[in-house]
């Protein structure tokens, strides 16, 4: 489940809302021990991955690198170059 989880820091262009509400889609039931919530949580669930993803945006919009951006497709082919090897 988080293995799915991206780094989102450091890109060209930077993050969007929806890669961090989705990485936060995927870290909670990780941490909770569920991976969908009942009837009664779902309000809590949904709240929970509201104030991940500020968090998150807030982190990402204020770390500092001397790094060059990453550039999202060159990124994308390094990682099907390694699953291929991996998986053949």
Do not use: H, Y
Not at 47 to 52: G, L, M, P, W
């Amino acid at each position: 489940m988080c293995r799915n989880i991206k780094t989102l820091f450091n890109f060209e262009p930077p993050a969007s809302d929806d890669e961090i509400r989705a990485s936060a889609d995927q870290f909670l039931p990780k941490i909770s021990g569920s991976k969908k919530p009942s009837k009664r949580n779902q309000e809590v669930f949904d709240r929970a991955v509201d104030e991940i993803s500020d968090v998150v945006r807030e982190l990402l919009d204020t770390l500092v690198t001397d790094a060059a951006p990453k550039d999202r497709l060159v990124e994308a082919e390094k990682a099907k170059a390694r699953a291929a090897q991996r998986f053949g």
